[in-house]
Structure formats: C-alpha cells, structure tokens
C-alpha cells in the first residue's frame, strides 16, 4: 500500500520504488508523530460521530474565526521588522545588540538573495527606538532614495578573521524539499494516512513562512500609506485560507473601505461637511488610476520590490512585482473583498476535518505531476479549480464531510451579513457553531473515491456547485463549469478547454481502474474477509489481489490494468531527472520527447506529432488493450474522451523566458498586460 501511494501521488508507477516492508528499519521520531497524528485524526472522528452535539467542547472552543487570526498575525507584523544580516554572524551577539531596544519575542534566520533575520519585538516602541538608531547609507556612486522602511542591513564590525571562524546560523526552509526526500519520507509511513499527513506536513505554509509573508504585506502597507493613510494591504488566498503551498504566490489587496468608514458622524447644525475629492467615469476607472499610481511607488520607493508590473486590463487590475528579500511573486490587487471572503470560506473548510486539507495536498500534488496544473495562464485547470472539485466531492459524501455553503448561510448571525456588490457573502464565521460530520471513511477510500467520482461526472450536462452541494444542469457548454461560490454568474473554470478536461478524466479514470476496495488496509480487509497476498502475506499490507496487481503493475493478471504502466510512463515526465538519460535520437525515434531538443521543426516525430500523423515506437502512446478488454475500457458517461489507444495530449512547458521570484507564477509578460480572456474568470 505504502509503494502504491507513492507512485500514485508523485511518481506515476514507474519509477519502482522498492516496498519497503513493516519492521523492516527502525522507524525515526518524525514518523512515530505521524503514525500518532493519524491515528489521533482517525479517534477524534470517531468521538466526534459519538458526541455530535458536543459543538462546544473544550477542543472545538479553541479553534479562532478566521477574523480573529488575521487581525493577530497583522498585530504581530508590525512588532517585526526583516534584516539583512552578513552569511556568518553570531546569534547570541545579534540577540544582544537588538535587545536593547526591547525584549524580543520571537526571531528566525533563512535565505533569499542573501541571509534574513525576522525578528518581532513585543512593543512597538521598541520599532520605533530602532528606526532611531538607523543611518542612512552612504553609497558614493550611487544616490539612495531617503524611504524609510522596517528593511534594515546589519554590518558587522568585527575582523575579518573572527568573521571567517563564525559559523553559520541556522536557517528556516522557506521551499519545498526535493522530490527524491519526499518519496523517501512517504516510503516510510505505514499506510495511506500517514502518508497523505506527511504530504500536508513537507508542503504547507511554516510558522516562520507566515510570519514573514504577513510582514511583506505589512512592509508594502507602509509604502501604501503615504497615499492612503487609513487604508490598508491585507494578505489573501493561498496565504490565509490553510491550503498554501511552500513557494506559492503572495496575494496582496489594498481595502479601502476604511476610509469611507473613517467619518464618526455629522455635528448638529445646518451644514455638512464633505471632502473634495477627484471623480472618475467609473470603480474600475478609479482602481485603475490607484493601482497605477501604488506601482510606480513600489517601483521607485519600496525597498526589496523589483520586477513591478501593472497588469490593470485584467478583469480584476492588478500589480505584480518579487519581493527580493522575502522571496516572494507578489499580486496587489483594490478593493477585491469577494476574493477574501472566498479566503475565510476555504480557511472554514480546512479546519472542519483534517481530511479535507490532505486530499486537497495530495490531488494537487497529483495534477500537477502530471501536468493537469500549470504555473502558467492557459487552458488548464486551476488549483482553485480542483479545490472546489474537491469540496463539491466531500459535500457528496454520505453522510456529507462538510456542509454545503446554504448551510452555512442558515448558520449566520446578522453579524456575519455580507452583501458584496449585490453578491451575497454571507455564512457563518464561528466554525465552533458547525457540527461535525458523522461520516468516518479513510483518507485511502476518499483518494480512491475521488478519482472514481470524477471519472464518471457528467461534465457534458452537469456544473460544480458547493453553493448547494448538488449536480445542476449548466447554464452555458463550457466543457468544465464550476459556480463562483459567491458571483453566481461566473464560472470560475472557464479557461479549461474540452482537451484538457478529458485528460484529467482520463487520467483520473486510469489511476484505479480496478475497485475501490484496493485502497483498503490490512485491518479493513480481514474484517471483509478478503485473503492477504499470498506471496508475502500480511506483512506487505496487500489487501486483495486487485491490489497486488496495482503495486506490481502486473498486467498478465488482468488486461483490464495493461494500460496503466504505458500510461504513467508518459505522465510522469517531470521526473525524468529522476532516471537514466537516454539519447536525444532514441527518444525522438520513439517519439515521446515532450520538449524536443533543438529545432522541433527538425524532428521527424514531432512534426508528424503535431499533424496528426502516426507515432512509431511504444513509449510514445499508450498500449493497446488486449482483446476482451474493450468492454471493461468503455467510456462510461457521455463526454467525449480520447480512446485508449491515443496519445494524451500534450502537458504544459514551463516558460522559461519569464522572469519569476521563487515559488511565483510563470506567466509571460505579453499575456498578462493584454489581460488575456483565459485568466478573467479565475477567482484569486
């Protein structure tokens, strides 16, 4: 079970990772907490459905409204300050020095450009005795600009001798671990939850990740404030909503609304007082005009921005630009409340059930090995996409694992009233209110079901809607529409094309083609009566033989799983660092380089790839079906997919040509500033 997940999550089955086997090393402290924290996921549900009415126990009373963190985390942002300390400097000295502006709460080192220290004092005076004690640089080439941020440098006026015998210090990641560490570390757990858990533990936000992506927004803020004093720039999406991946983008918006709510009420009298102020033709016009205007102030005041684009043609105007010293894609948008409203709804989501956020990790974590995602705009889906696909699939559970969105409108008090731009935004804040679900399936059935769910959809007549958490007909033949949550009128899936959607079908169709029951443990099996492998009994963890076929890609047992090795040997191209390099002209006699090398107008393969011609060699399409299988291979619903025997169409290139901080998206320049109509209906 362990090597199945783990080809099925990140390597597509054809790597042939060893199965490593129970007992057969002694497992380390990091695992030992995994296996505690699933086992601990799978009793508290189980004393959930015992206790449903206990909504307001001592563990449920402890989680915080999604309000009540931001306003900490914003707290804690302007108590910190980020400085850019020399590669080998002693913390202890560091500590000493800063401390005498105040006590020191908490403090982390990591790299970007260079080594940072994040360092949050407990007294916002102790900001202020610091920017006292600052200078200003002198450079004699060049002129500064006299902006003074919470950016600092810290130089050290020790020898250069004494300096070369400091050691390093330490440092937090703020990226993804490499892909060959992830499998080692999956190939250790003991079963699916454990490792569906240690995907969720490698890729999402740190402690220290979210600090410091709350104190860019806090840094940028600043910058705003010498324009807007009494607005400010709030962090969204991925960041707050608990499904933020190490490396993801910073989504940023500048929230007005303060400035409107700033006047305490009229003085009796005859008059009134307003302020003059300049008009515009319209909202958007005026967001335009704001943005244009904060850009060219990031760009030529904000210590650290570079890169800064203004991409105001899009449907939601916005500035791009890195954060150099943080190491992060920056999006700045005006006035997008909606977006953060989605933000608090998927934050909700995420800390009903632990088993929501681990399927989330692990499907994205999917499509995007194999190329269903791209970090560039086009036709492909959306990680916000697959995440509502994911929502809408646990709302159809049965019993549901989390509640539709009505049912968490007839939750709302007046307080959680929000009406947007005549969109209704309104649902409960206080998570403690939502009872928990009573259904205790497993993360491994969950998978399984996911893919057998999604395989089977009628995309061709039916629209994802977690609104009611139930198939509608779609209003338009888009061949993939999911309702916005709150514009009802949008689709937030509008960019993906028929092509890409049949091959996530397809692919999702070809991950478990056998049952559902492959995905069952040890445990769940004897109690259904089914025998272990008789090969290696139950020391494997094999469940039935379905299963042992899926582990072993033993296509003799059944024809109905022969084209499954061919088709992960082509969807799991990322990795091809991963394995043996072959030459340039075997690979283009076979007819399966996705990035031909040189000119592809020059090869043979690939040009007769592009026009539809006949591919030569078997890497190069997927393996025909043996015969009798056509029967079991049948598409299922009425949705046009590629048969068996075509190639899967091509995935997405990264774009290389773009210039991109760490962890941002790969979007080119031309396509962003036109405002191109694939990315206009993608919600942040």
Request: hydrophobic share 35%.
């Amino acid at each position: 079970m362990r090597g199945c997940v783990v080809s099925l999550l990140v390597m597509a089955s054809c790597i042939g990772l060893p199965i490593l086997r129970r007992n057969s090393c002694p497992q380390s402290v990091r695992i030992a907490c995994l296996k505690f924290r699933g086992l601990s996921a799978i009793v508290a549900r189980e004393e959930q459905v015992s206790k449903p009415d206990e909504t307001g126990s001592e563990s449920c009373s402890s989680r915080r409204t999604f309000i009540k963190v931001q306003e900490e985390r914003q707290q804690q942002a302007k108590h910190t300050v980020l400085i850019s300390c020399p590669p080998k400097i002693n913390e202890k000295k560091f500590l000493k020095y800063l401390s005498q502006h105040g006590t020191i709460n908490t403090h982390f080192f990591y790299e970007s450009f260079g080594t940072h220290a994040v360092v949050e004092f407990s007294k916002l005076d102790s900001v202020e005795s610091l920017f006292s004690r600052a200078s200003i640089p002198v450079i004699k080439e060049d002129c500064v600009v006299p902006f003074k941020s919470r950016l600092f440098t810290i130089k050290s006026t020790t020898s250069f001798e004494q300096a070369a015998n400091q050691k390093p210090v330490g440092c937090q990641k703020q990226s993804t671990i490499p892909i060959n560490e992830l499998i080692a570390k999956l190939s250790s757990a003991e079963n699916i939850e454990e490792q569906l858990f240690c995907l969720v533990d490698e890729y999402q936000l740190t402690e220290e990740n979210t600090r410091l992506r709350f104190l860019v927004s806090s840094l940028i803020n600043d910058v705003v404030s010498a324009y807007f004093p009494e607005s400010t720039v709030k962090p969204f999406g991925s960041t707050v909503n608990s499904f933020g991946k190490l490396g993801c983008d910073l989504d940023l918006f500048l929230d007005l609304d303060d400035i409107r709510k700033s006047a305490i009420g009229k003085l009796p009298g005859p008059f009134s007082v307003e302020f003059q102020m300049k008009r515009v033709s319209s909202g958007r016009v005026a967001t335009q005009n704001i943005l244009s205007v904060i850009g060219e102030c990031i760009d030529n005041f904000g210590p650290g921005c570079v890169g800064v684009q203004k991409i105001l043609n899009a449907r939601c105007p916005l500035v791009r630009f890195s954060h150099q010293p943080a190491g992060f894609q920056c999006d700045l948008t005006a006035n997008n409340r909606i977006a953060m409203r989605s933000s608090e709804l998927l934050y909700i989501y995420g800390n009903l059930d632990s088993r929501v956020r681990a399927l989330v990790f692990s499907v994205r974590c999917w499509a995007r090995v194999h190329g269903i995602t791209s970090s560039i705009p086009g036709a492909w889906i959306s990680n916000f996409s697959l995440t509502m696909m994911v929502l809408f699939f646990l709302q159809k559970r049965t019993p549901p694992i989390i509640p539709s969105l009505n049912h968490l409108k007839d939750l709302a008090d007046a307080e959680d009233v929000h009406i947007i731009d005549d969109n209704d935004c309104t649902f409960v804040s206080d998570i403690n209110k939502i009872k928990a679900s009573k259904n205790t399936e497993t993360l491994g059935v969950l998978l399984s079901e996911f893919f057998e769910f999604y395989g089977n959809f009628a995309f061709n007549k039916n629209m994802i809607n977690i609104r009611t958490g139930k198939e509608q007909n779609k209003p338009e033949p888009s061949p993939l529409y999911i309702q916005n949550p709150f514009e009802s009128i949008l689709n937030v899936s509008k960019n993906v094309n028929q092509t890409q959607l049949e091959r996530f079908v397809a692919l999702a169709r070809d991950i478990f083609p056998t049952s559902t029951s492959a995905l069952r443990s040890p445990q769940e099996a004897a109690a259904a009566g089914a025998a272990p492998d008789a090969r290696e009994g139950s020391e494997r963890g094999v469940s039935d033989p379905c299963w042992a076929q899926v582990l072993d890609g033993d296509s003799e047992a059944s024809p109905y799983l022969r084209p499954r090795a061919a088709t992960a040997e082509k969807i799991a191209k990322p990795f091809d660092a991963l394995r043996p390099k072959r030459k340039e002209e075997d690979r283009a006699a076979a007819g399966t380089e996705l990035d031909p090398p040189g000119d592809p107008l020059k090869t043979e393969a690939y040009s007769a790839r592009r026009s539809g011609g006949a591919r030569t060699g078997t890497q190069g399409r997927i393996a025909r079906p043996s015969e009798g299988a056509g029967e079991r291979l049948r598409p299922r619903i009425a949705l046009r997919v590629p048969p068996r025997t075509a190639a899967l169409p091509k995935r997405p290139q990264e774009n290389r040509g773009s210039s991109t901080g760490p962890g941002g998206d790969q979007r080119g320049s031309h396509d962003l500033l036109k405002g191109s109509k694939a990315n206009q209906d993608i919600p942040k």
